[in-house]
T-cell receptor, first 113, second 113 residues
């Protein structure tokens, strides 16, 4: 979910369930994508990244899926834990030099114990 | 490494005053970024430097904003004169390689009264 201003999309999941956070990106020429987690009062923290020559990449409990056809990115979190509660941002490189990382609006993940 | 270090953590000032935010990037990183985060606009890139040289400042909102990077281990973002609409959280981030895998500081919460 993309933010459209004041209201952050919110995903509420039960502890232990899997979470899927979605992101639509804007530039079909973007070749690098990244997911960040931001907890309250802290700066964004790197989770996982993926290049456009891949459609899937796995980390520890997280998987990023990239669908270039529809310009869609998703973050899957397995066995969601209370510590996963945060706002999650996707970001893309939008300039040809790959220097400008532009962030989406974010999705709030709430994990119910 | 201590990560990206920003100071101050909180700044409260009156409209019209000068504000200076400081950032120490991670040693060895050659790119530095200043972002602003608000509820309305999310994370916005203000300016970024490569090897201490400003590359793109198109995100700087007005001439009241200026940024410098006199050496590889220090950058400042200055607002003069400050206005209430400048109230936001300002993040500094650094990366070893352009706009990929940015590491963020904890941010400066700025309140302009």
């Amino acid at each position: 979910g993309e933010s459209v201003g004041l209201h952050l999309p919110t995903l509420s999941v039960q502890e232990g369930d899997n979470s899927i956070i979605n992101c639509a990106y804007s530039n079909s020429a973007s070749d690098y994508f990244i997911w960040y987690k931001q907890e309250s009062g802290k700066g964004p923290q790197f989770i996982i990244d993926i290049r456009s020559n891949m459609d899937k990449r796995q980390g520890q409990r997280v998987t990023v899926l990239l669908n270039k056809t529809v310009k869609h990115l998703s973050l899957q979190i397995a066995a969601t834990q209370p510590g996963d509660s945060a706002v999650y941002f996707c970001a893309e490189n939008i300039d040809n030099a790959g220097n400008m990382l532009t962030f989406g609006g974010g999705t709030r993940l709430m994990v119910k114990p | 490494d201590a990560g990206v270090i920003q100071s101050p953590r909180h700044e409260v000032t009156e409209m019209g005053q000068e504000v200076t935010l400081r950032c120490k990037p991670i040693s060895g990183h050659n790119s530095l970024f200043w972002y602003r985060q608000t509820m309305m606009r999310g994370l916005e890139l203000l300016i970024y430097f490569n090897n201490n040289v400003p590359i793109d400042d198109s995100g700087m909102p007005e001439d009241r904003f200026s940024a410098k990077m006199p050496n590889a281990s220090f950058s400042t973002l200055k607002i003069q004169p400050s206005e209430p609409r400048d109230s936001a959280v300002y993040f500094c981030a650094s990366s070893p390689q352009g706009g990929e895998k940015l590491f963020f500081g904890s941010g400066t919460q700025l309140s302009v009264l």
